[in-house]
């Protein structure tokens, strides 16, 4: 498969990003996984040719000596990148939690609500290959955490770090 012209890309729909998540809130791993999941998905923008291009020059002019997941800023192993996939979704749930709220507030907040859904939702849908329908943005989000990693943190500090804030009282 050949990589489409960035004016090809332009034309094509873009899939939609994850709710209440602006952009500029999204960690640089996150960013890259995304860019990935475009990628794969034949739904291209023009930066990710962009940073395809990168990450293959990274890789040729290192001759292959540094993985190309390396070069891509993505995750080089299968337990980084479960990690990488919870991350994701606990920072997505942090962002859905009282947009109100302050950040340790919504970190002390979150950690309640991943015990909750630990305790009275977990064991119900660990077999379940997608959140039932009718669940909110909020257990999705931590239906696909816990889907994607056997730990999860459970305490606001431990939330707070994931969600890349400092405590602010």
Do not use: Y
């Not at 996150?30 to 023009?46: G, I, K, M, Y």
């Not at 709220?101 to 379940?128: I, M, Y």
């Not at 909110?136 to 990693?149: N, Q």
């Amino acid at each position: 498969m050949s990589l489409p012209s960035p004016e090809t890309v332009a034309d094509q729909p873009r899939p939609p990003l994850p709710p209440e998540r602006p952009a500029a809130a999204w960690s640089l791993l996150d960013q890259e996984l995304v860019r990935a999941h475009r990628v794969a998905n034949e739904s291209l923008e023009p930066e990710d040719i962009s940073w395809l291009c990168k990450g293959f020059t990274a890789f040729l002019a290192a001759d292959g000596r540094v993985p190309l997941e390396r070069c891509l800023r993505l995750p080089t192993n299968e337990r980084a990148l479960r990690r990488a996939r919870r991350d994701h979704w606990l920072r997505s749930a942090w962002q859905l939690v009282e947009p109100s709220a302050s950040a340790w507030r919504r970190s002390e907040l979150l950690a309640a609500e991943v015990s909750r859904f630990h305790s009275t939702k977990w064991s119900r849908w660990s077999r379940l290959g997608q959140a039932p329908s009718g669940s909110t943005a909020l257990e999705t989000a931590l239906f696909e955490a816990f889907r994607s990693h056997e730990r999860i943190p459970g305490t606001a500090m431990q939330l707070h770090n994931i969600a890349g804030q400092r405590r602010d009282g």
